[in-house]
Protein backbone atom coordinates (compact mmCIF):
# COMPACT_ATOMS: atom_id res chain seq x y z
CA UNK A 1 0.00 0.00 0.00
CA UNK A 2 0.95 3.48 -0.94
CA UNK A 3 0.27 7.26 0.52
CA UNK A 4 1.93 9.14 -1.82
CA UNK A 5 5.14 8.26 -2.64
CA UNK A 6 5.32 6.34 0.84
CA UNK A 7 5.26 2.83 0.27
CA UNK A 8 4.07 0.91 3.52
CA UNK A 9 4.11 -2.80 2.13
CA UNK A 10 1.58 -4.72 1.57
CA UNK A 11 -1.21 -5.20 5.10
CA UNK A 12 0.52 -2.86 6.89
CA UNK A 13 -0.29 -1.86 10.54
CA UNK A 14 -0.14 1.67 11.79
CA UNK A 15 0.03 3.04 15.43
CA UNK A 16 -2.73 6.06 15.89
CA UNK A 17 -1.91 9.27 16.70
CA UNK A 18 -2.75 9.68 20.81
CA UNK A 19 -2.13 12.31 22.63
CA UNK A 20 0.04 12.20 25.90
CA UNK A 21 0.61 8.52 24.70
CA UNK A 22 2.57 8.28 20.95
CA UNK A 23 5.83 9.96 22.65
CA UNK A 24 9.02 9.45 20.67
CA UNK A 25 10.20 6.44 22.95
CA UNK A 26 6.33 4.66 22.50
CA UNK A 27 7.00 5.13 18.85
CA UNK A 28 10.63 4.07 18.23
CA UNK A 29 9.72 0.84 20.01
CA UNK A 30 6.47 0.19 17.81
CA UNK A 31 8.12 1.27 14.91
CA UNK A 32 11.10 -1.82 16.15
CA UNK A 33 8.22 -4.25 16.81
CA UNK A 34 6.66 -3.75 13.51
CA UNK A 35 4.69 -0.87 13.10
CA UNK A 36 4.57 -0.10 9.68
CA UNK A 37 4.15 3.85 9.94
CA UNK A 38 3.82 5.80 13.43
CA UNK A 39 2.46 9.38 14.29
CA UNK A 40 2.86 11.98 16.99
CA UNK A 41 0.59 13.05 19.46
CA UNK A 42 -1.98 15.06 17.40
CA UNK A 43 -0.71 18.87 18.08
CA UNK A 44 -3.15 22.37 18.13
CA UNK A 45 -3.14 24.33 15.21
CA UNK A 46 -3.87 27.35 17.41
CA UNK A 47 -0.85 26.56 19.74
CA UNK A 48 1.34 25.91 16.48
CA UNK A 49 1.00 29.33 15.25
CA UNK A 50 1.24 30.66 18.70
CA UNK A 51 4.49 29.22 18.99
CA UNK A 52 3.57 27.32 22.52
CA UNK A 53 6.89 25.57 24.05
CA UNK A 54 5.10 22.18 24.87
CA UNK A 55 3.09 22.27 21.48
CA UNK A 56 6.22 22.86 19.10
CA UNK A 57 8.76 20.05 20.97
CA UNK A 58 5.72 17.49 20.32
CA UNK A 59 7.34 17.97 16.29
CA UNK A 60 10.24 16.55 17.48
CA UNK A 61 10.61 13.54 15.00
CA UNK A 62 13.73 10.87 14.16
CA UNK A 63 14.81 9.40 11.52
CA UNK A 64 14.98 5.73 13.56
CA UNK A 65 11.18 6.38 13.29
CA UNK A 66 10.39 6.98 9.54
CA UNK A 67 8.10 6.78 8.03
CA UNK A 68 6.36 9.51 10.50
CA UNK A 69 3.37 11.78 10.43
CA UNK A 70 2.27 14.45 11.92
CA UNK A 71 -1.21 15.43 12.83
CA UNK A 72 -3.46 18.76 13.27
CA UNK A 73 -6.56 19.87 14.90
CA UNK A 74 -8.46 22.97 14.55
CA UNK A 75 -11.39 24.95 13.43
CA UNK A 76 -10.18 28.33 11.25
CA UNK A 77 -9.25 27.68 7.70
CA UNK A 78 -6.22 30.15 8.36
CA UNK A 79 -4.52 28.90 11.04
CA UNK A 80 -4.66 25.25 9.84
CA UNK A 81 -3.19 26.21 6.76
CA UNK A 82 -0.13 27.88 8.77
CA UNK A 83 0.28 25.30 10.92
CA UNK A 84 0.20 22.69 7.90
CA UNK A 85 3.27 24.69 7.15
CA UNK A 86 5.04 24.90 10.52
CA UNK A 87 4.67 21.08 10.77
CA UNK A 88 6.15 20.57 7.00
CA UNK A 89 9.49 22.25 8.27
CA UNK A 90 9.20 19.68 10.80
CA UNK A 91 10.13 16.75 8.23
CA UNK A 92 7.28 14.51 8.68
CA UNK A 93 6.90 11.87 5.88
CA UNK A 94 2.85 13.30 5.83
CA UNK A 95 0.59 15.43 7.57
CA UNK A 96 -2.60 14.29 8.70
CA UNK A 97 -5.76 16.57 9.58
CA UNK A 98 -7.96 15.28 12.82
CA UNK A 99 -11.38 15.45 11.95
CA UNK A 100 -12.00 12.47 14.40
CA UNK A 101 -11.11 13.54 18.13
CA UNK A 102 -14.46 13.28 20.23
CA UNK A 103 -13.40 14.75 23.79
CA UNK A 104 -15.14 17.50 24.75
CA UNK A 105 -12.24 19.84 24.81
CA UNK A 106 -11.75 19.41 21.10
CA UNK A 107 -14.92 18.54 19.71
CA UNK A 108 -16.93 20.80 21.73
CA UNK A 109 -15.42 23.91 20.23
CA UNK A 110 -15.98 22.71 16.82
CA UNK A 111 -12.38 21.08 15.97
CA UNK A 112 -11.58 17.18 15.85
CA UNK A 113 -14.96 15.33 15.54
CA UNK A 114 -16.55 18.98 16.02
CA UNK A 115 -15.89 19.28 12.12
CA UNK A 116 -18.57 16.58 11.37
CA UNK A 117 -21.27 19.53 12.18
CA UNK A 118 -19.74 21.73 9.65
CA UNK A 119 -18.66 19.94 6.94
CA UNK A 120 -18.20 22.50 4.45
CA UNK A 121 -15.64 24.05 7.02
CA UNK A 122 -14.19 20.35 6.88
CA UNK A 123 -13.48 20.29 3.15
CA UNK A 124 -12.30 23.97 2.83
CA UNK A 125 -9.50 23.03 5.36
CA UNK A 126 -8.83 19.98 3.32
CA UNK A 127 -8.34 21.21 0.34
CA UNK A 128 -7.00 24.65 1.59
CA UNK A 129 -3.97 22.72 3.51
CA UNK A 130 -3.30 20.09 0.18
CA UNK A 131 -2.82 23.31 -1.73
CA UNK A 132 -0.36 24.70 0.78
CA UNK A 133 1.84 22.13 1.45
CA UNK A 134 4.01 19.49 -0.64
CA UNK A 135 3.97 16.51 1.96
CA UNK A 136 1.14 14.03 1.54
CA UNK A 137 -1.90 15.08 3.46
CA UNK A 138 -4.47 12.35 4.84
CA UNK A 139 -7.36 12.46 6.98
CA UNK A 140 -8.82 10.86 10.37
CA UNK A 141 -12.58 11.13 10.68
CA UNK A 142 -15.39 8.93 11.99
CA UNK A 143 -18.60 7.59 11.02
CA UNK A 144 -20.56 11.13 11.93
CA UNK A 145 -21.61 13.02 14.50
CA UNK A 146 -24.41 10.44 15.37
CA UNK A 147 -26.32 7.37 14.36
CA UNK A 148 -28.89 9.89 12.93
CA UNK A 149 -25.78 11.19 10.96
CA UNK A 150 -23.49 8.19 9.34
CA UNK A 151 -22.00 10.48 6.47
CA UNK A 152 -19.06 8.86 5.63
CA UNK A 153 -19.48 7.50 2.47
CA UNK A 154 -20.27 10.61 0.86
CA UNK A 155 -17.71 12.21 3.03
CA UNK A 156 -14.91 9.75 1.80
CA UNK A 157 -15.75 10.83 -1.68
CA UNK A 158 -15.80 14.68 -1.06
CA UNK A 159 -12.30 14.18 0.79
CA UNK A 160 -11.21 12.39 -1.54
CA UNK A 161 -12.13 15.37 -4.11
CA UNK A 162 -9.63 17.82 -1.82
CA UNK A 163 -6.75 15.67 -2.99
CA UNK A 164 -6.23 13.71 0.20
CA UNK A 165 -3.66 10.82 -0.34
CA UNK A 166 -5.54 8.25 1.76
CA UNK A 167 -8.18 8.67 4.80
CA UNK A 168 -8.45 6.64 8.13
CA UNK A 169 -11.87 6.20 10.03
CA UNK A 170 -12.85 5.34 12.63
CA UNK A 171 -15.68 2.95 13.21
CA UNK A 172 -17.45 5.00 15.55
CA UNK A 173 -19.78 8.11 15.84
CA UNK A 174 -18.87 11.08 17.66
CA UNK A 175 -21.38 10.59 20.10
CA UNK A 176 -20.27 7.35 20.89
CA UNK A 177 -16.99 8.72 22.25
CA UNK A 178 -14.98 5.45 23.33
CA UNK A 179 -18.47 3.36 24.26
CA UNK A 180 -19.85 0.79 22.88
CA UNK A 181 -18.89 -1.53 19.78
CA UNK A 182 -16.46 -0.33 16.65
CA UNK A 183 -19.02 -0.60 13.36
CA UNK A 184 -16.19 -1.65 10.41
CA UNK A 185 -19.06 -2.18 7.96
CA UNK A 186 -19.68 1.08 7.00
CA UNK A 187 -15.67 1.16 6.34
CA UNK A 188 -16.01 -1.72 4.37
CA UNK A 189 -18.24 0.08 2.42
CA UNK A 190 -16.60 2.74 1.81
CA UNK A 191 -13.56 0.65 0.68
CA UNK A 192 -16.05 -1.10 -1.69
CA UNK A 193 -16.78 2.03 -3.56
CA UNK A 194 -15.71 2.12 -6.98
CA UNK A 195 -15.06 6.06 -7.09
CA UNK A 196 -12.71 5.69 -4.04
CA UNK A 197 -9.24 5.16 -5.30
CA UNK A 198 -7.26 6.57 -2.25
CA UNK A 199 -6.13 4.20 0.59
CA UNK A 200 -8.82 3.73 3.13
CA UNK A 201 -7.40 2.81 6.91
CA UNK A 202 -9.77 0.97 9.28
CA UNK A 203 -9.52 1.51 13.12
CA UNK A 204 -11.37 0.62 16.28
CA UNK A 205 -11.75 -1.76 18.52
CA UNK A 206 -8.15 -3.95 17.23
CA UNK A 207 -6.33 -5.26 20.36
CA UNK A 208 -3.89 -7.79 18.39
CA UNK A 209 -2.38 -8.70 14.81
CA UNK A 210 -5.15 -11.50 14.52
CA UNK A 211 -7.97 -9.28 14.65
CA UNK A 212 -5.83 -6.79 12.26
CA UNK A 213 -5.48 -9.76 9.63
CA UNK A 214 -9.40 -10.34 10.43
CA UNK A 215 -9.95 -7.27 9.72
CA UNK A 216 -8.42 -7.27 6.24
CA UNK A 217 -9.94 -10.22 5.27
CA UNK A 218 -13.21 -9.53 6.18
CA UNK A 219 -13.54 -5.96 5.22
CA UNK A 220 -11.12 -5.41 2.39
CA UNK A 221 -9.05 -2.46 4.23
CA UNK A 222 -5.72 -1.74 2.85
CA UNK A 223 -4.42 -0.61 6.32
CA UNK A 224 -5.51 -0.81 9.91
CA UNK A 225 -4.55 1.46 12.65
CA UNK A 226 -4.21 0.92 16.06
CA UNK A 227 -4.81 3.25 19.20
CA UNK A 228 -5.84 2.27 23.00
CA UNK A 229 -4.74 -1.33 23.10
CA UNK A 230 -1.16 -0.29 22.55
CA UNK A 231 -1.28 1.26 25.98
CA UNK A 232 1.90 -0.09 27.65
CA UNK A 233 2.34 -3.12 25.22
CA UNK A 234 4.73 -1.55 21.93
CA UNK A 235 5.43 -5.26 21.27
CA UNK A 236 1.49 -5.76 19.94
CA UNK A 237 3.11 -5.23 16.57
CA UNK A 238 5.49 -8.34 17.23
CA UNK A 239 4.79 -11.40 15.37
CA UNK A 240 7.47 -12.86 17.80
CA UNK A 241 5.63 -13.38 21.44
CA UNK A 242 7.99 -11.61 24.33
CA UNK A 243 8.78 -13.01 27.92
CA UNK A 244 7.23 -10.86 30.72
CA UNK A 245 11.01 -10.39 31.40
CA UNK A 246 11.47 -9.06 28.18
CA UNK A 247 8.48 -6.81 28.27
CA UNK A 248 9.74 -5.15 31.29
CA UNK A 249 13.12 -4.56 29.77
CA UNK A 250 10.97 -3.01 26.59
CA UNK A 251 9.27 -0.91 29.38
CA UNK A 252 13.02 -0.16 31.13
CA UNK A 253 14.10 0.99 27.94
CA UNK A 254 10.68 3.23 27.37
CA UNK A 255 11.50 5.35 30.30
CA UNK A 256 15.55 5.88 29.39
CA UNK A 257 14.69 6.49 25.60
CA UNK A 258 11.89 9.22 26.79
CA UNK A 259 14.19 10.91 29.56
CA UNK A 260 17.15 11.25 26.92
CA UNK A 261 14.86 12.22 24.45
CA UNK A 262 12.52 14.49 26.57
CA UNK A 263 13.92 15.28 29.83
CA UNK A 264 13.81 13.89 33.39
CA UNK A 265 10.59 14.64 34.36
CA UNK A 266 8.45 14.73 31.76
CA UNK A 267 10.08 11.48 30.44
CA UNK A 268 8.92 9.75 33.59
CA UNK A 269 5.24 11.31 33.24
CA UNK A 270 4.93 9.97 29.87
CA UNK A 271 6.36 6.98 30.87
CA UNK A 272 3.90 6.57 33.77
CA UNK A 273 1.02 6.53 31.47
CA UNK A 274 1.91 3.32 29.85
CA UNK A 275 3.19 1.78 32.95
CA UNK A 276 -0.63 2.13 34.54
CA UNK A 277 -2.01 0.39 31.46
CA UNK A 278 0.53 -2.34 30.52
CA UNK A 279 -0.84 -5.89 31.51
CA UNK A 280 2.52 -7.07 32.07
CA UNK A 281 1.93 -6.89 36.25
CA UNK A 282 -1.50 -8.39 36.09
CA UNK A 283 0.52 -11.51 37.89
CA UNK A 284 1.50 -9.49 40.60
CA UNK A 285 -1.25 -10.22 44.30
CA UNK A 286 -1.94 -6.87 45.54
CA UNK A 287 -0.56 -4.66 43.47
CA UNK A 288 -2.24 -1.60 44.29
CA UNK A 289 0.07 -0.41 46.62
CA UNK A 290 3.24 -0.77 43.91
CA UNK A 291 1.18 1.29 41.34
CA UNK A 292 0.48 4.01 43.86
CA UNK A 293 4.44 4.03 44.53
CA UNK A 294 5.25 3.68 40.19
CA UNK A 295 2.96 6.40 39.46
CA UNK A 296 4.29 8.66 42.42
CA UNK A 297 7.81 7.77 41.43
CA UNK A 298 9.57 11.11 40.46
CA UNK A 299 13.46 10.22 39.47
CA UNK A 300 14.32 7.27 37.34
CA UNK A 301 16.33 5.35 39.54
CA UNK A 302 12.97 4.99 42.04
CA UNK A 303 10.91 4.13 39.27
CA UNK A 304 13.34 1.49 37.68
CA UNK A 305 14.06 0.26 41.06
CA UNK A 306 10.27 -0.35 41.51
CA UNK A 307 10.39 -2.03 38.00
CA UNK A 308 12.42 -4.54 38.68
CA UNK A 309 11.14 -5.31 42.09
CA UNK A 310 8.05 -6.13 40.00
CA UNK A 311 10.42 -8.27 38.37
CA UNK A 312 11.94 -10.33 41.31
CA UNK A 313 7.78 -10.44 41.91
CA UNK A 314 6.10 -11.75 39.25
CA UNK A 315 9.41 -14.70 38.82
CA UNK A 316 7.84 -15.71 42.15
CA UNK A 317 4.81 -15.80 41.01
CA UNK A 318 5.91 -18.11 38.05
CA UNK A 319 5.05 -16.04 35.92
Not at 37 to 53: C, G, N
Not at 233 to 254: A, M, Y
Not at 275 to 293: S, W, Y
Request: charged share 25%.
Amino acid sequence: MKIGNIDLGEKPILLAPMEDVTDIGFRLLCKRFGASMVYTEFVSAEALIRDVKSTIKKLTISDDERPVGIQIYGRDVEAMVEAAKIVEQAGPDLIDLNFGCPVKKVAGKGAGAGMLQNIPKMLEITQKVVEAVSLPVTVKTRLGWNQEQLIITTLAEQLQDCGIKALTIHGRTRSQMYTGQADWTLIGEVKRNPRIHIPIIGNGDIHSLEEADAAFAQYGVDAVMIGRATFGCPWLFSREPLTLDQKIDVLEEQLRINIERIDEYRGILHTRRHLAATPVFKGIPDFRQTRIAMLRAEHADELLSILEQCRERLKKEGC
